[in-house]
Nanobody
Framework: QVQLVESGGGLVQPGGSLRLSCAAS????????MGWYRQAPGKERELVAL???????NYANFVKGRFTISRDNAKNTVTLQMNSLKPDDTAVYYC????????????????WGQGTQVTVSS
């Protein structure tokens, strides 16, 4: 019923920037939280940044001051601007949408995108 489609990953040199975008589609009335998680090889998935419907962001300590999350509630999109990228930021980045309410008022739960690869390397 809901699809999350990510875009914007790729290869970048250390110190460079990338912009990730995620669009949610389907019979959506509202989405409470939207955010980004990442998973590096051999590691568990971890929260990168989350933004509530009211626009209040929360960041993991390791990205504070480097990444900025924003969302457009009318378009059901969330964007992650990543600056000053480091090799440790290399991972698959997943979009997450939580507490989705359908256009008919039903709770649809949480959804994940398919993931987009970010590689930071010289």
């Amino acid at each position: 019923q809901v699809q999350l489609v990510e875009s914007g990953g790729g290869l970048v040199q250390p110190g460079g920037s990338l912009r990730l975008s995620c669009a949610a589609s389907g019979s959506i009335f509202s989405i409470n939280g939207m955010g980004w998680y990442r998973q590096a090889p051999g590691k568990e998935r971890e929260l990168v940044a989350l933004i509530a419907s009211g626009g209040v962001p929360n960041y993991a300590n390791f990205v504070k001051g480097r990444f900025t999350i924003s969302r457009d509630n009318a378009k059901n999109t969330v964007t992650l601007q990543m600056n000053s990228l480091k090799p440790d930021d290399t991972a698959v980045y997943y979009c997450n949408a939580r507490q989705i309410i359908s256009s008919r008022g039903y709770s649809l739960g949480d959804y994940w995108g398919q993931g987009t690869q970010v590689t930071v390397s010289s």
